[in-house]
């Protein structure tokens, strides 16, 4: 159905977004100012105690500090009720009194059929739960206690059994008045191509729901009870209600899950999702009897920032964790990401809990290595890199995986950590295999490293001193005129100090809270000379002059970092002689910083200078790498 944007924005415009946020958040009234429509809650999408969820009526939109979530009203109800887009605007339209747009007669039709197909899968679940709790059932209630499965855990999985019949389920769902052409369309049943009667799909199997985030049985899986089957599991066929590649078991309660603060973790099955909910690890979901798809990656985030793959420790977990990382690379950034916890060789979630308990698999998922560690390993294991050619060729490789990110600080940020992998590869420990990741920040990003003596001296180990001061500039203005971090928070964002305390000043002032390390910081950013002396600090001026100096320092620092990123993805690229396009690249890099930092002037001899002196440093530097033998 066809949604015209004009009435789109009418919904928006009559139904105020915190009106639909409310029913599900507790708003901190102190924070909020009500009048102007700007509210502040714990943010319902992961637990939390403080209030990082902004809502601002004005604008229609909601972010959080935390999670980084954000949207409006419609993504907000599809987001936490699990609404798909059509039904969210219908929510919509009722809230603001107004009638829906008239339907195509033909996705009319097509919702009905959706309908139908829902209640005889409905049905079918029935009808196998039973079987499952007659005495057709035993011997699979015998095999699921043997797996741990107590009548508490059979009950809240929904599990059934499908007795090896021809058309036990066939013929219970007809005695329900159930036409075999809706049973055939559902997928519960096979119509012989020779127009013989129809027999059931999954016979003596046990028998898993799959539910879609909305609560709708949408397909079943069954396992077979026969260690001779050809096929241990078997999944429903793609009908009008399942795409096995969009959807992931037990996605509604760890949804819920995880808005409670549990972590997201994508197992391999059915029982695994299912000893580990059972376990404690509730946010467990798991792909369909196929590699993980593009439609699945955006569920998982849609869930969470930073779902945790479980593998497998043996050779095949480890090969499908590979195939993953190009998938995910053209995908991941800021909010987007991936940690991979490995279990030990032969075990699934099923054994270690058993043998070990819950601990043991906590330890596992404390574990989990990012999306950068694994990359690394597969480029450099079982490969010798004792020549320059062999050196190139895994710079080459890099280079062409870290060309798949689209973000550019999620992009420079994997270029820091692997030269740093790079380094302890051919300098510090030639040889190495498996590595220790980097040193992190208190987001868990790759920090920079410590300036070793062997690059002090080249333009990436020369950072500018006067950054920090820039920085402490920003959080002391930030700090000094309130109404200024709301008014460029998308900029403040991005400044994301990498020293833990002045970090969580900034997420203070972004945030409106008050924590001691932010405090802390602050007190240690007015001892500053340059900031005591700065007569903004000393002698206040209207919010809106501060702005505009924030604004202009805010175009410094971003400017140097560009310059420096500049420098950075040069080096990642060089190959052979300096060549005109890297030349031209850095002095535009040159340009930019200079105009940031002289706004009164377009070009100048100075800027000249700077954009030679530039070159010559970068031409400098790899001379001098050439000259040592370095790759």
Same mark, same amino acid.
């Given at each position: 159905?066809?949604?015209?944007?004009?009435?789109?924005?009418?919904?928006?415009?009559?139904?105020? $977004?915190?009106?639909?946020?409310?029913?599900?958040?507790?708003?901190?009234?102190?924070? #909020?100012?009500?009048?102007?429509?700007?509210?502040?809650?714990?943010?319902?999408?992961?637990?939390?105690?403080?209030?990082?969820?902004?809502?601002? *009526?004005?604008?229609?939109?909601? /972010?959080?500090?935390?999670?980084?979530?954000?949207?409006?009203?419609?993504?907000?109800?599809?987001?936490?009720?699990?609404?798909?887009?059509?039904?969210?605007?219908?929510?919509?339209?009722?809230?603001?009194?107004?009638?829906?747009?008239?339907?195509?007669?033909?996705?009319?039709?097509?919702?009905?059929?959706?309908?139908?197909?829902?209640?005889?899968?409905?049905?079918?679940? @029935?009808?196998?739960?039973?079987?499952?709790?007659?005495?057709?059932?035993?011997?699979?209630?015998? /095999?699921?206690?043997?797996?741990? =499965?107590?009548?508490?855990?059979?009950?809240?999985?929904?599990?059934?059994?499908?007795?090896?019949?021809?058309?036990? +389920?066939?013929?219970?769902?007809?005695?329900?008045?159930?036409?075999?052409?809706?049973? *055939?369309?559902?997928?519960?049943?096979?119509?012989?191509?020779?127009?013989?009667?129809?027999?059931?799909?999954?016979?003596?199997?046990?028998?898993?729901?799959?539910?879609?985030? &909305?609560?709708?049985?949408?397909?079943?899986?069954?396992?077979?009870?026969d260690p001779n089957a050809r096929a241990k599991y078997l999944n429903s066929p793609e009908t009008?209600?399942? *795409?096995?590649?969009?959807?992931?078991?037990?996605?509604?309660?760890? @949804?819920?899950?995880?808005?409670?603060?549990?972590?997201?973790?994508?197992?391999?099955?059915?029982?695994?999702?299912?000893?580990?909910?059972?376990?404690?690890?509730?946010?467990?979901?798991?792909?369909?009897?196929?590699?993980?798809?593009?439609?699945?990656?955006?569920?998982?985030?849609?869930?969470?920032?930073?779902?945790?793959?479980?593998?497998?420790?043996?050779?095949?977990?480890?090969?499908?964790?590979?195939?993953?990382?190009?998938?995910?690379?053209?995908?991941?950034?800021?909010?987007?990401?991936?940690?991979?916890?490995?279990?030990?060789?032969?075990?699934?979630?099923? %054994? +270690?809990?058993?043998?070990?308990?819950?601990?043991?698999?906590?330890? $596992?998922? %404390?574990?989990?290595?990012?999306?950068?560690?694994?990359?690394? !390993?597969?480029?450099?294991?079982?490969?010798?890199?004792?020549?320059?050619?062999?050196?190139?060729?895994?710079?080459? #490789?890099?280079?062409? #995986?870290?060309?798949?990110?689209?973000?550019?600080?999620?992009?420079?940020?994997?270029?820091?950590?692997?030269?740093? &992998?790079?380094? !302890? =590869?051919?300098?510090?420990? &030639?040889?190495?295999? @498996?590595?220790?990741?980097?040193? &992190?920040?208190?987001?868990?990003?790759?920090?920079?490293?410590?300036?070793?003596?062997?690059?002090?001296?080249?333009?990436?180990?020369?950072?500018?001193?006067?950054?920090?001061?820039?920085?402490?500039?920003?959080?002391?203005?930030?700090?000094?005129?309130?109404?200024?971090?709301?008014?460029?928070?998308?900029?403040?964002?991005?400044?994301?100090?990498? *020293?833990?305390?002045?970090?969580?000043?900034?997420? %203070?002032?972004? #945030?409106?809270?008050?924590?001691?390390?932010?405090?802390?910081?602050?007190?240690?950013?007015?001892?500053?000379? /340059?900031?005591?002396?700065?007569?903004?600090?000393?002698?206040?001026?209207?919010?809106?002059?501060?702005?505009?100096?924030?604004?202009?320092?805010?175009?410094?620092?971003?400017?140097?970092?560009?310059?420096?990123?500049?420098?950075?993805?040069?080096?990642?690229?060089?190959?052979?002689?300096?060549?005109?396009?890297?030349?031209?690249?850095?002095?535009?890099?040159?340009?930019?910083?200079?105009?940031?930092?002289?706004?009164?002037?377009?070009?100048?001899?100075?800027?000249?200078?700077?954009?030679?002196?530039?070159?010559?440093?970068?031409?400098?530097?790899?001379?001098?790498? @050439?000259?040592?033998?370095?790759?």
């Open positions: 159905m066809s949604i015209s944007p004009a009435f789109l924005d009418e919904l928006r415009n009559r139904v105020p $977004v915190s009106r639909i946020i409310g029913r599900k958040v507790t708003w901190d009234l102190r924070r #909020s100012n009500q009048a102007k429509g700007d509210w502040w809650a714990p943010c319902p999408f992961h637990g939390e105690k403080t209030a990082s969820f902004h809502v601002d *009526d004005q604008k229609g939109f909601y /972010y959080c500090f935390g999670c980084h979530a954000k949207g409006d009203a419609l993504t907000f109800l599809r987001e936490s009720d699990g609404l798909d887009f059509i039904e969210a605007v219908k929510v919509l339209a009722a809230e603001a009194g107004l009638p829906m747009p008239e339907r195509d007669p033909g996705e009319a039709r097509r919702a009905d059929r959706r309908s139908t197909l829902a209640e005889a899968m409905e049905a079918a679940t @029935r009808h196998y739960r039973m079987a499952l709790s007659s005495g057709q059932g035993t011997e699979a209630r015998d /095999y699921l206690t043997r797996r741990g =499965l107590e009548a508490g855990g059979i009950e809240r999985f929904e599990l059934g059994f499908a007795p090896d019949m021809r058309q036990g +389920l066939f013929t219970a769902l007809r005695e329900k008045g159930i036409p075999p052409e809706v049973m *055939d369309e559902a997928g519960l049943v096979i119509v012989p191509d020779d127009g013989g009667a129809p027999y059931d799909r999954f016979r003596g199997r046990i028998i898993f729901p799959i539910r879609d985030a &909305r609560g709708r049985v949408i397909a079943f899986g069954g396992r077979a009870m009008a209600l399942f *795409d096995k590649g969009r959807n992931l078991y037990n996605t509604g309660p760890a @949804r819920a899950a995880v808005s409670k603060g549990a972590p997201l973790v994508v197992a391999e099955g059915y029982m695994d999702v299912i000893a580990l909910s059972l376990a404690g690890f509730e946010g467990a979901v798991a792909p369909l009897g196929t590699a993980i798809t593009e439609d699945q990656l955006r569920l998982m985030w849609r869930i969470s920032p930073e779902p945790v793959i479980m593998l497998d420790g043996d050779a095949a977990g480890q090969r499908a964790a590979r195939r993953l990382i190009d998938l995910a690379l053209p995908m991941t950034g800021p909010g987007q990401a991936l940690r991979f916890a490995t279990l030990p060789a032969g075990q699934d979630p099923d %054994d +270690l809990i058993r043998a070990h308990g819950a601990g043991a698999l906590q330890k $596992v998922l %404390d574990g989990a290595r990012p999306l950068v560690d694994l990359l690394w !390993e597969r480029e450099v294991e079982g490969r010798a890199f004792d020549s320059p050619e062999r050196r190139a060729a895994l710079d080459a #490789s890099l280079r062409k #995986s870290i060309a798949l990110i689209p973000d550019e600080t999620t992009r420079n940020h994997y270029i820091a950590a692997l030269k740093e &992998r790079r380094f !302890e =590869l051919f300098g510090g420990r &030639r040889g190495a295999g @498996r590595l220790t990741p980097g040193p &992190r920040d208190w987001k868990g990003r790759a920090a920079p490293a410590p300036v070793r003596a062997q690059t002090r001296a080249t333009p990436l180990g020369q950072q500018d001193a006067g950054d920090a001061t820039l920085e402490s500039m920003v959080l002391a203005l930030c700090a000094a005129y309130p109404g200024v971090a709301a008014r460029m928070e998308s900029r403040l964002e991005l400044l994301a100090p990498v *020293d833990p305390g002045r970090a969580a000043l900034c997420h %203070d002032l972004l #945030s409106g809270q008050d924590s001691q390390m932010g405090r802390a910081a602050l007190a240690r950013i007015m001892e500053d000379a /340059y900031v005591r002396a700065s007569p903004l600090i000393r002698q206040p001026i209207d919010t809106e002059k501060a702005a505009a100096v924030l604004a202009n320092i805010l175009d410094k620092i971003e400017a140097r970092r560009a310059a420096l990123a500049e420098l950075t993805r040069a080096e990642a690229e060089i190959q052979g002689l300096v060549d005109e396009g890297l030349t031209w690249r850095v002095s535009e890099a040159a340009r930019a910083r200079h105009r940031a930092e002289h706004p009164e002037i377009e070009d100048s001899s100075d800027l000249n200078e700077d954009r030679g002196a530039l070159s010559a440093r970068l031409a400098s530097y790899f001379d001098t790498r @050439r000259s040592r033998g370095g790759g």
